[in-house]
């Protein structure tokens, strides 16, 4: 039962740290983009030399269904781990541990389990409401919404989308796994089984706060807990004996670790898996916080950054064919290029920081949309 519990949560682990690369730009110059490239890049390509052919195409085929297809696997998942390492929190914490403990009392039981409710119902939410979805009634109205935006560069006047039949606004994207156009696109999100837009963007920021919050109480909890147990048991003071050797041993850290882990395995494990997710869950809220000062998204992050790569490379190469030049013409030719070139980039660095106050305000006074499944609108036209 134990061994199941850890190995579900342990995949819980890879699993969301996973796809908090998958929504890491794979252009950023740090670690995360590092890592990005790696998984998506490198990793595919020893497996496609060590599997051949063939049995790689199998296998991606297997991660193309993963990750970009539309199935509720995912979903099942989160609640399976979600209200599973409660379930497993409240048995060996909350119930067992939390009692006569000087330093954690019920109250804490209280707070906890008030969070988790708070965290499954943002799930819910956040599954529920749509993003934002474009269709021919309502395209000229998102257009308007964000004109602003084209900048003829990243966005352009006109551009429309062959699938859904609509001119493109400002800021959209057509998702690949929705197969739909969808307003302010941030991400597709395989937790919430949707695309993450305009609309919906406010329950997926309340989704993962509520539960970077509940993790990082978790692990403190834990923390208070087992300094709880260590005061309680005179821990620093006892004296062990070595099972092998039967000497006796004054109390170390070492010892105490080993001691508590032994004692209290399953909520120590589930402490730490609060401390990773926390970790990871507070990093991604408030890169999406930083994101909302900005007044940008995942998706236009990324497209910048790609555009602003392909900038640097043309002024690289197009300052090459200057220093090469021969004749007037050529320099001409090359010198208005550039400046060409540095319009565009231009155009696109101006990002407007707008502070997280105003942002939020923004993002929550978005009004729902509870549009139900346009495809099946569609048909009954
Ligand atoms: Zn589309
Ligand atoms: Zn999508």
């Known amino acids: 039962m134990e061994f199941f519990v850890i190995l579900t949560l342990l995949f819980l682990v890879i699993g969301a740290s996973l796809y908090l690369l998958v929504c890491v730009d794979p252009n950023s110059p740090g670690l995360l983009g590092m890592m990005n490239r790696f998984v998506f890049n490198t990793i595919p390509a020893i497996f496609k030399k060590i ?18 297809s539309n199935h509720p696997l995912v979903q099942i998942f989160y609640v399976l781990v979600a209200v599973g390492g409660y379930l497993v929190y409240l048995y060996f914490g909350f119930l067992e541990l939390f009692n006569n403990n000087p330093l954690v009392s019920h109250l804490d039981t209280a707070i906890g389990s008030t969070m988790a409710l708070f965290c499954f119902y943002s799930f819910f939410q956040a599954c529920r409401y749509k993003p934002g979805i474009i269709n ?7 257009v308007n919404q964000y004109k602003e935006y084209y900048d003829n560069v990243v966005y352009l006047k006109e551009n429309h989308c062959k699938t859904c039949n609509i001119i493109k606004p400002a800021r959209s994207k057509h998702c690949r796994v929705c197969n739909v156009c969808v307003s302010r696109f941030d991400h597709h999100c395989v937790w919430i089984r949707q695309c993450v837009g305009q609309k919906n963007y406010k ?49 170390t850290w070492g010892i105490i ?33 930083y994101m909302i000062g900005q007044d940008t998204t995942t998706n236009e992050r990324m497209k910048r950054s790609d ?48 502070g997280i106050w105003r942002g939020l305000k923004s993002v929550f006074n978005e ?15």
């Open 51 to 68: 599997l051949g052919e063939r049995i790689f195409k199998v296998f991606s085929r297997g991660i193309d269904y993963f990750f970009y």
């Open 367 to 381: 009004p729902d949309d509870l549009d139900q499944n346009p495809k099946v609108k569609n048909k009954k036209r």
């Open 203 to 251: 329950y997926f920021v309340k989704f993962i706060i509520t539960h970077a919050i509940l993790c990082d109480y978790g692990a403190y909890l834990g923390f208070r807990c087992l300094w709880g147990i260590i005061i309680k048991e005179k821990l620093l003071e006892a004296q062990f004996r070595d099972p092998v050797t039967k000497q006796r041993l004054q109390a």
């Open 136 to 142: 021919k009634e309502n395209n000229k109205e998102y």
């Open 307 to 354: 555009f602003l790569n392909f900038f640097d490379e043309e002024t690289e190469r197009l300052e090459k064919q200057l220093k090469d030049a021969q004749t007037p013409e050529d320099i001409k030719q090359a010198t208005t290029k550039l400046e060409q070139v540095k319009q565009c980039q231009q155009k696109i660095i101006t990002t407007k920081s707008i």
């Open 257 to 289: 670790a080993q001691y508590l882990f032994y004692k209290n395995t399953m909520y120590i494990f589930i402490v730490i898996l609060c401390i990773v997710m926390g970790i990871a869950l507070t990093c991604f809220a408030l890169y999406h916080l």
